[in-house]
Nanobody, 123 residues
């Protein structure tokens, strides 16, 4: 059974940084596309960043240049480094994993999901 567990969320002021982590059991992060999504209150879940099995990274336009997705295969852990945080980054952040080689920025593309970690950015 696959289990994804996120950590690292919290409350920060605008301009601050956070690093989210996602640990997996029953799934190897290097085996497929993995990524981060977020869902703000009253809004749909949206893709933030992803990394394919071939290490191709993609980012939402709203986070390009500020967020970095990385994968530590030895630790089987996925990270999201978030810098220059803005109030509009406030959301629940979810780790997601897929069995596909390539990434598609769609909720339906991913097979496994974590429970989420809350990020709150105050102005």
């Amino acid at each position: 059974q696959v289990q994804l567990v996120e950590s690292g969320g919290g409350s920060v002021q605008a301009g601050g940084s956070l690093r989210l982590s996602c640990e997996a059991s029953g799934y190897t992060f290097s085996s497929g596309c993995v990524g981060w999504f977020r869902q703000a209150l009253g809004k749909e879940r949206e893709g933030v960043a992803s990394i394919s099995r071939g290490d191709i990274t993609t980012y939402a336009d709203s986070v390009k240049g500020r967020f970095t997705i990385t994968r530590d295969n030895a630790k089987n852990t996925l990270y999201l480094q978030m810098n220059s945080l803005k109030p509009e980054d406030t959301a629940m952040y979810y780790c997601a994993a897929s069995g596909s080689y390539f990434c598609i920025s769609s909720v339906r593309h991913f097979d496994y999901w974590g429970q989420g970690t809350q990020v709150t950015v105050s102005s």
